[in-house]
């Protein structure tokens, strides 16, 4: 039906056509849901002569589908194309209270068809499905490339900002208000998300593109340029947010914090009563081994800035091999090798930190872990010190 719709508008004289068509960016700002915490960018064909006025929209997707998460997390999620009327776009974010701002394209007779045309063929069902990637292929980047594609002339955007800032740093500026969402963010992406990235690549933000595009200029073969956008408007204005319940009331420095008092006290009072709290090692074992499985497989997604991740020297699956051996040797007042190779690793994740920011509260931790490894080292040597003398 959308195919018909649009072939059928291209079959129209170009002149009675084109001159009352428009196209337009529509960027959306966030609101609560989790999903919308970095906004939302679609595109809008609107042509009042012919009694239509459609949204292309690239972030159509399926959570209920089977592991949607996990598939997410990995790089494996397909998202779709689809198109619905501009009134119940406008409706969906009126009700969330999200403002959509509309950059009307100025664009020829020619430029219209070509971007009509390319829609046609996305629209097709062998076409709409496409694999996401969170900043490199994203509901903004195909709106943006279905645009400055298939314009007759290069999209030259001004104040050029290269290599100013991070993909991480972009993040934290979208997350700023949801501690965990940024938690979360920062224990997934590597070392490749803190290196300075281009003007196109920081388009996969939409308030980023929504801002090149209002400056942008078309530059064509012959040299002369005129600008991308010849009109601005919000058409969806600010109102007030849908509510959501609030969610964890501690933040994960305030969590790291609390495991480090914990590990003291504990330390402490081992350290006066003489007694060996094995359990409280095999716990931070079990537990950093287990967190540690998920940042090992980040290392076989196909998401590009999570494959080299240095927090994996302090949580890594190695702990699950070695709690039991290390367990049985602590109830027998014996030391292990493992403490030592922890250490290891926890030093050169300290070193670690002068090239890769880590998430909040990961050097907590990393110090909470280092006591207990110093504690046990040092503590069987007391003991086999004082056997040997005895």
Known sequence: MVVTLLITCMGTSANEMYDSLEISLLTCAPHDEIYSLYGHTAIRVKDKSQGFDM??????????????????????????????????????????????????????????????????????????????????????????????????????????????????????????????????????LGLQADKPIGVKEQQFLPRNLMRDFSDAEIVASDGTTRRLIKDESIVVPPGL????????????????????????????????????????????????????????????????????????????????FFVYPVVKAMRRHRSHLWWRIWKVLIILFFIGGFFQKYAEGTYILALSLLIRIIMNVFKRKDHAKSKKDN
Not at 164 to 187: I, K
Not at 276 to 286: E, G, N, P, Q, Y
């Open 55 to 188: 949204v292309v929209n690239y972030g159509l997707f399926d959570s209920s589908a089977p592991n949607f998460v996990l598939r997410f997390i990995f790089g494996l999620t397909d998202y779709s194309m689809g198109i619905t009327s501009f009134e119940i776009f406008r409706q969906e974010y009126a009700y969330y209270g999200s403002q959509v701002t509309q950059q009307t394209l100025d664009l020829t007779e020619e430029e219209k068809a070509h971007i009509m045309e390319a829609i046609s063929v996305n629209s097709l069902p062998e076409n709409v499905v496409y694999r996401y990637n969170y900043f490199y292929d994203n509901c903004t980047t195909r709106a943006r490339d279905m645009l400055a594609d298939h314009l007759s002339g290069e999209v030259r955007y001004k104040d050029h900002k290269e290599g100013t800032t991070t993909f991480r740093n972009l993040v934290h500026e979208c997350t700023a208000h949801h501690p965990w969402a940024r938690f979360g963010n920062d224990m997934l």
């Open 241 to 320: 947010t849908v509510e959501k319940s609030g969610g964890f009331p501690l933040s994960p420095l305030t969590c790291a914090l609390i495991l480090l008092a914990i590990t003291v006290l504990v330390t402490v009072v081992e350290l006066c009563t003489k007694k060996t709290f094995w359990v409280f090692d095999a716990i931070l074992m079990v537990a950093s081994g287990l967190a540690g499985i998920l940042l090992f497989l980040m290392l076989f997604s196909e998401h590009p800035t999570v494959q080299v991740n240095l927090q994996l020297l302090l949580l890594n699956p190695l702990p699950l």
